[in-house]
């Protein structure tokens, strides 16, 4: 592109073709063996270079202000890894005369500082990579006398917060002459810039308002004009990304010892809902008493481990692009309580005013160590920290402390140990010191001004009982606390008698006591300075002499079996009767007696037939043996019933007494009587059992009975010996006389 402060001349532009084709000689701006050749044959070396929107580009030259040089500024290619380049200028200074040449070669950087005449138009070309295949150009031409302006930006940094966008520009130093700039920008997608630009605040800053947080802006940027020509270019596009709003969130802490004495390993994850957006994080991690230096790590993970000391941190955790950072995810690392292991006498403090005290260390330290850092703080307040230097002596005196120490007040103390020796102030935060030990102290100890609370007393017995209360607080104790003492007496007026007990102790049995008195108890702890206040008066009595006590602990759990009882008791009763004795069938819906054989129920039923038949002679015997033989076949469904037996049982039972009873009498009737009389129906006889168990209850309901007629032969009967096994029931005679009234009718059969 030309670009030209007022129009020439037809004949001048014919000129600087012919000048441009024809070229004369030229002057190398590196001259190489103090030789130069003409542009003809320098451009004859380029002409297998070609335009290429990857290969160099964007040339562009410039004069600044009251500068004796002029600038030549490119961007080099994008798929070259090795770029040299050659930048060619050819100036008209006069018509009717060739140009003049300068050459720069072997040029690394995109950009060269080159010596113009002060007037004349210029062409320039560069060439990258001019002795290969592949060499790309780019070409700049203009008129020196507007060549003079700014030159581009030389650092332009972009800050995003609450929909502003604020730009700082570095500039060249030789642009003196710079007051301010101007500022375009579109979203990403619009195809236009703003409607107006911004102009800047000062040489450097400019605030861009009212932007889309959510949105990514191109932004562009030149310098107000410093003279009438045109040629006032904007600098190349900046991608600036969008506003990050929403801070990482700690999803993992987990703070574990080390080996080594005095350090614990740190790790500390997080996630960021925003992961397209970030570029990386930015983890401070400082001390929590202010020490400086307050360490940045960069990462690109979302986690980190760090190996600190036994100290109090406080870390942050960002997200960051180029041009925003999110708010910070922070997380304070407490000092350890847990140094037990480290009090051990091997850390003591020596207090001799309220500005000054003196550590002493147990171990050698100096061997190895000779920076140290020591902290020192009340409960609840800030830590005080001062780094010293010691080659000589395991202790260090402090003259003058930065803050008085307070009467009744309890310090802790820590000392640190440091590996620099160049320096004891700490160079980074991050594996940089190990915690050596810890104590307490205090500058004035006093009484406690409280005492323990909540006195209660528990398993009373008849010469004991348990005392318990809550210990004092730190605050009141007011110095180390010693112990407890027990103050107790018989109430009223007895003679007080004293326990002392541990410290850490929140529970105490007093023993020999008198049975059925009632005492009075008081419990006070005590410092070096002395005893503390009394709790107040608390009383117990113990039991009397044979009186067993039934604790409440006792009466609680048998109350709750007792209502668990009556609530749930029926039905576990239930349930258990269910399955221990199972409920025995209606008889009336047991198949058993069908399953006997029918040739034996039939002539069970026919003898039963012949008796009615045979009633009309109430006299004959064989009518009662018949009978009788009949009755004693069932005590044996009866026994069985009453043996609780199983349903398989009482069949193979039934079975088998039908079996022999019929076989007996039924079966063989040396009479012929029963074969002879007709076979009633089944299924309307009455002693067709309908159920599997037959009882004596069914056989009473077919065959009824009452009181035996006292007759010879039935006494006989009854004086003959039972069965052993199966005991013969016999029916009464007035069972036989229901038969004996009338003959029997065929409707009966």
């Known amino acids: 592109m030309v670009f030209l402060c007022k129009p020439i001349a037809p004949l001048i532009l014919g000129l600087f073709l012919v000048y441009y084709t024809t070229l004369s000689s030229c002057v190398k701006g590196i001259p190489v063996n103090g030789t130069s050749d003409t542009c003809k044959e320098k451009l004859s070396m380029y002409q297998h270079c070609s335009f290429h929107p990857d290969g160099v580009r964007d040339l562009d030259c410039f004069k600044l202000q009251k500068t004796k040089f002029s600038n030549c500024v490119w961007k080099a290619g994008e798929h070259t890894s090795k770029k040299t380049h050659t930048l060619l200028i050819q100036q008209v200074r006069e018509t009717n005369k060739p140009p003049h040449c300068k050459e720069y070669e072997n040029l690394n950087e995109a950009s060269a500082s080159v010596t113009l005449y002060s007037k004349g138009n210029i062409t320039a070309e560069v060439f990258e990579n001019s ?118 969130e700690i999803v993992g802490f987990e703070v574990n010892d080390m080996k080594e004495n005095g350090k614990q390993q740190l790790f500390l994850s997080w996630k960021f809902s925003a992961e397209q957006l970030h570029d990386k994080y930015n983890v401070s991690v400082g001390k929590a008493p202010e020490e400086p230096p307050l360490e940045h790590i960069i990462t ?13 941190f406080h870390l942050s955790v960002r997200a960051v692009n180029n041009a925003s950072t999110s708010p910070a995810a922070s997380k304070t690392v407490p000092q350890r309580q847990d140094m037990s292991r480290f009090g051990d006498g091997r850390l003591n403090v020596t207090v001799h005013n309220k500005m000054s005290f003196t550590v002493h260390w147990k171990d050698d330290l100096i061997k190895t160590y000779v920076c140290y850092s020591v902290e020192w703080r009340r409960k609840g307040h800030r830590a005080v920290h001062k780094s010293f230097f010691q080659a000589d002596h395991n202790y260090w005196n402090s003259s003058t402390l930065p803050e008085p120490l307070e009467p009744y007040k309890r310090y802790t103390i820590t000392l640190h140990k440091r590996p620099n020796k160049d320096t004891c102030n700490m160079k980074r935060v991050n594996n940089s010191e190990s915690t050596y030990g810890s104590t307490q102290f205090y500058l004035t100890e006093g009484t406690p001004v409280s005492a323990p609370a909540n006195i209660s007393s528990h398993n009373v017995t008849v010469s004991s009982v348990v005392l318990e209360w809550l210990p004092i607080l730190e605050e009141d104790i007011r110095g180390f606390l010693l112990g407890y003492t027990i103050h107790y007496m018989k109430y009223p007026g007895g003679t007080e008698r004293n326990i002392t007990v541990d410290p850490t ?105 012949t008796l009615k038949v045979e009633e009309w002679d109430t006299n004959s015997l064989q009518i009662v043996e018949k009978e009788t033989m009949i009755v004693d076949t069932f005590p044996h469904l009866h026994d069985s019933e009453e043996e609780d037996d199983s349903p398989e049982m009482t069949r193979g039972w039934i079975q088998r007494v039908a079996e022999d009873a019929a076989g007996d009498v039924l079966c063989s009737d040396p009479t012929g009587t029963v074969s002879n009389t007709p076979r009633t129906n089944l299924q309307s006889s ?30 006989a009967e009854e004086s003959e010996p039972e069965s052993t096994d199966l005991p013969a029931v016999k029916l009464g005679l007035d069972y036989i006389g229901q038969f004996g009234t009338s003959p029997v009718s065929e409707s009966e059969l």
């Not at 309908?690 to 056989?699: I, V």
């Open 131 to 248: 002795g290969t295949t592949n060499c790309t150009k780019a070409v700049f031409r203009g008129n020196l006398s507007c060549l003079i302006r700014c030159s581009p930006p030389k650092n332009v940094s972009f800050i995003r917060h609450s929909g502003k966008l604020d730009i700082d520009v570095t500039w060249n130093q030789k642009d003196l002459n710079v007051e301010s700039y101007f500022v375009r920008y579109k979203a990403l997608g619009s195809p236009l810039w703003n409607e107006s630009a911004v102009k800047s605040e000062s040489k450097n800053r400019c605030t861009v308002e009212n932007l889309n947080t959510s949105l990514i802006y191109f932004v562009q940027i030149h310098c107000v004009k410093i003279t009438n020509c045109p040629h006032y270019p904007w600098s190349e596009t900046y991608t600036v990304p969008p506003e990050l709003t929403t801070k990482p």
């Open 505 to 609: 102790s929140k529970s105490y049995k007093v023993r020999d006591l008198e049975s059925g008195t009632a005492f009075q108890v008081q419990i006070s702890g005590f410092t070096r300075a002395g005893a503390g206040v009394r709790s107040t008066p608390s009383l117990f009595k113990t039991n009397n002499k044979g009186y067993v006590g039934i604790s409440l602990s006792r009466i609680i759990p048998a109350f709750a079996v007792g209502i668990t009882i009556l609530i749930f008791g029926p039905s576990i009763i239930k349930r258990t009767k269910v399955i221990v004795w199972p409920s025995v069938p209606n008889p009336g819906n047991s198949n058993t007696m069908q399953k006997i054989k029918r040739t034996c129920e039939l002539e069970l039923l026919e003898s039963i037939n």
């Open 300 to 312: 690109t993970q979302p986690e980190i481990r760090l190996i600190l000391s036994y100290s109090d």
């Open 686 to 715: 009455p002693l067709a059992f309908p159920s599997e168990y037959t009882t004596m209850e069914m056989l009473n309901q077919i065959m009824p009975q009452s009181n035996p007629v006292d007759t010879d032969e039935t006494q």
